[in-house]
């Protein structure tokens, strides 16, 4: 039985040709394609410091979360490693569970904790760790299960969507399952297409998830943002804001807060 450690010990492969241009880089694209992860990590912490303050500080947890997914997919891409695999799903996990008990809003909540926002923090601690031990028993299917969880936040947005009339916000659900879903069709392509990419030597779809999924979060992120700021602070105004401008076509989104006296 090969080492956890050892190279190619998982039993997920992507389509990209293994060790193509370095005999220590099993896929090279993928690999470096999760650079994304850790320039956007640190520049949202800071552009969300002003919001995290406010809000909620476990925000940057998030954002490290996000970090270390990046750190642990070149890890697992770079070796194909069983280690470097659950390293990876696993930060997925709780970075999904910490976005969860934040901006979760409680209308959602089961109702027998009846909107207390410390017991569902709790209960989403217990289903992150279960389901963290469980990732051991089949790792073959941790990933869709991870993309299905998604699938939950996508209905949640929807039902925000209905509900709002804010032109911002209805914007940026539009723009985050768009992208989300163009993210997780070139996902699923390239895991269950491989054969056809192959014959047409296109290897690159799971590289272009990497680069898609890492601006859907931050996208994400200020969605949920918007839509938990109408239940959890009603005295304030949040605008968002994209980085480096926002008068450029292509940015990355923020929340600004503007304090006023409107009435929930």
Not at 26 to 34: I, L
Not at 259 to 264: L, M, S
């Given at each position: 039985m090969p080492s956890i450690f050892?190279?190619?010990?998982?039993?997920v492969d992507w389509c990209e040709?293994?060790?193509?241009?370095?005999?220590?880089?099993?896929?090279?694209?993928?690999?470096?394609?999760?650079?994304?992860?850790?320039?956007?990590?640190?520049?949202m912490i800071l552009l969300m410091y002003p919001y995290a303050q406010k809000r909620s500080r476990y925000i940057y947890v998030f954002w490290v979360l996000f970090m270390i997914i990046g750190?642990?997919?070149?890890?697992?891409?770079?070796?194909?490693?069983?280690?470097?695999?659950?390293?990876?799903?696993?930060?997925?996990l709780w970075l999904l569970g910490s976005g969860y008990s934040i901006w979760m809003p409680r209308c959602y909540?089961?109702?027998?904790?009846?909107?207390?926002r410390s017991q569902f923090i709790r209960l989403v601690f217990i289903t992150t760790m279960v389901s963290t031990l469980l990732s051991f028993l089949r790792p073959t299917v941790n990933a869709y299960i991870l993309n299905s969880i998604a699938l939950h936040i996508v209905y949640i947005v929807c039902q925000e969507y209905r509900k709002t009339s804010n032109k911002e916000l209805r914007h940026l659900i539009e723009v985050s399952v768009v992208l989300w879903a163009v993210a997780l069709t070139?996902?699923?392509?390239?895991?269950?297409?491989?054969?056809?990419?192959?014959?047409?030597?296109?290897?690159y779809l799971h590289s272009i998830w990497h680069v898609l999924i890492s601006i859907t979060f931050p996208y994400g992120m200020v969605t949920m943002a918007l839509v938990d700021a109408n239940y959890e602070m009603p005295g304030e105004t949040l605008k968002v804001r994209y980085w480096p401008r926002d008068s450029w076509p292509v940015g990355l989104p923020y929340v600004e807060i503007r304090?006023?006296?409107?009435?929930?």
């Open positions: 050892a190279y190619q010990s998982s039993e040709s293994n060790f193509q241009y370095s005999e220590l880089v099993a896929e090279f694209y993928n690999t470096f394609t999760n650079i994304p992860f850790l320039i956007f990590g640190p520049l750190l642990f997919s070149m890890y697992f891409h770079m070796t194909l490693s069983f280690l470097g695999q659950l390293l990876d799903e696993i930060a997925i909540f089961p109702s027998f904790l009846e909107g207390n070139s996902w699923i392509s390239d895991r269950l297409l491989c054969s056809f990419w192959q014959r047409i030597h296109f290897f304090g006023d006296d409107k009435n929930c």
